[in-house]
């Protein structure tokens, strides 16, 4: 029996990349009716579909059909729900399958700031390892999920040389928006803007406002800084993909965001649209209900797929001046059993100095449950002298 073709999850004739800003603004879900997958090919025709019938990119026919679709996009926005690693799995099948297609890659990603892309470039070029690619990016400081559910994409990228961009706007510009709004943004922050951002259209801030308000906060000022922080995270996310895209022209490039960031046609996709018209498609991970008001091409099945437990040290502390200092110790984790007290300095664990909070989540960042480390540390005595102590620790 023939292939039939990839059906995409989207109302007849609606092109992400080509549709205007108006038409952003003015969208309603589409009339929705009830059809299965058997009667209509893999997707139900969005037109007159109840919901979306999720794709499962554990059939390999499945992915090479989908991944035959999307290598005709200039851009592929691929959400996320940052913490589930079978999201980022799918991600990584859609990157292997454009690649393998000849489709000349580039990802962009929102959890690194786009201040850290020389660091990037130097860790796609081999010419850094992983370890000092986080240290250097700030990664921990800045993103905090676990790397471990990126690991695979990145690792995919610098085997293959596939350029990584660095979307998201810096910490130190979400924190003066948070505190200030948009409009007190000095020029050199502003010119890390589109030059015609406008105000946030009223249905972009009804979109956000349950979720502002799920966080108990409901002065009308605070709404406003938090809809332009939002706001912040888009357009400076498209500005770097446009700028990208711009500078290569022969590049296809696959957005990898949380699905708030490319699900809607507010988000990311419609300003990249207004910024740099092309063909572009979403695809997103989950169940239909999560993506309300949404628009994508393609929703994807979620699967059971979990990292193995983190070792834990049990431990409390304190970064002073590059130090880090004891301040508890669980009585029920495996630190207790060492002697360690508050006050000490930790130095090294597992061979790794440390010199702050990351450096801690560094040297665990691969040791589980069960195994051992070696655990130095810095005990004040009298007079300022101090004592080193070092012994081995069973992570819990």
């Given at each position: 029996m023939p292939k039939s073709p990839l059906v995409l999850v989207l109302a007849a004739g609606f092109s992400v990349g080509l549709i205007s800003a108006a038409a952003f603004s003015s969208w309603a879900p589409p009339n929705r009716g009830t059809a299965s997958g058997a009667e209509r090919g893999l997707l139900a025709d969005p037109a007159d579909r109840e919901t979306s019938i999720a794709i499962d990119l554990a059939d390999g026919d499945t992915?090479?059909?989908?991944?035959t679709d999307l290598?005709?996009?200039?851009?592929?926005?691929?959400?996320?729900?940052?913490?589930?690693?079978?999201?980022?799995?799918?991600?990584?099948?859609?990157?292997?399958?454009?690649?393998e297609r000849g489709v000349d890659v580039a990802v962009g990603m929102e959890f690194f700031q786009e201040p850290f892309?020389?660091?990037?470039?130097?860790y796609v070029a081999g010419e850094i390892p992983e370890k000092a690619l986080l240290k250097r990016t700030e990664y921990y400081e800045r993103w905090r999920y676990d790397f471990r559910l990126y690991r695979a994409i990145l690792?995919?990228?610098?085997?293959?040389?596939?350029?990584?961009?660095?979307?998201?706007?810096?910490?130190?510009?979400?924190?003066?928006?948070?505190?200030?709004?948009?409009?007190d943004l000095p020029p050199e922050d502003r010119a890390r803007l589109p030059a015609d951002l406008s105000?946030?259209?009223?249905a972009y801030q009804a979109r956000l406002r349950p979720i502002f308000e799920a966080h108990g906060k409901t002065s009308d000022e605070r709404f406003r800084r938090f809809v332009e922080v939002q706001m912040l995270w888009d357009e400076?996310?498209?500005?770097?993909?446009?700028?990208?895209?711009?500078?290569?022209?022969?590049k296809v490039m696959v957005v990898l965001a949380g699905s708030g960031h490319v699900a809607y046609p507010d988000a990311i996709p419609g300003r990249l649209a207004r910024m740099l018209p092309g063909d572009h498609a979403v695809v997103v991970t989950g169940p239909d209900a999560h993506f309300d008001g949404g628009r994508f091409d393609v929703?994807?099945?979620?699967?059971?797929?979990?990292?193995?437990?983190?070792?834990?040290?049990?431990?409390?502390?304190?970064?002073?001046?590059?130090?880090?200092?004891?301040?508890?110790?669980?009585?029920e984790g495996p630190a207790a059993a060492t002697g360690l007290q508050p006050g000490d300095r930790v130095l090294s664990i597992a061979g790794e100095t440390i010199t702050g909070p990351n450096d801690i989540t560094l040297a665990l960042l691969d040791r589980g449950p069960g195994e051992q480390v070696w655990v130095e540390i810095e005990r004040p005595g009298e007079g300022g002298t101090g004592s080193r102590i070092a012994g081995a620790v069973t992570l819990f």
């Open positions: 992915l090479d059909r989908l991944s290598a005709t996009k200039r851009v592929v926005y691929v959400g996320e729900t940052h913490d589930r690693y079978d999201h980022h799995l799918n991600q990584l099948a859609i990157i292997r399958g454009l690649h892309q020389a660091h990037l470039d130097q690792e995919y990228a610098q085997r293959h040389r596939i350029p990584l961009v660095a979307l998201n706007a810096p910490s130190e510009l979400v924190a003066k928006v948070s505190q200030g709004g948009l409009g105000d946030p259209e009223p400076h996310m498209a500005r770097v993909a446009r700028d990208y895209l711009v500078e290569n022209p022969g929703r994807l099945a979620e699967r059971d797929a979990d990292l193995p437990p983190r070792g834990r040290l049990g431990i409390a502390f304190t970064n002073e001046q590059e130090r880090v200092i004891l301040t508890g110790i669980n009585p």
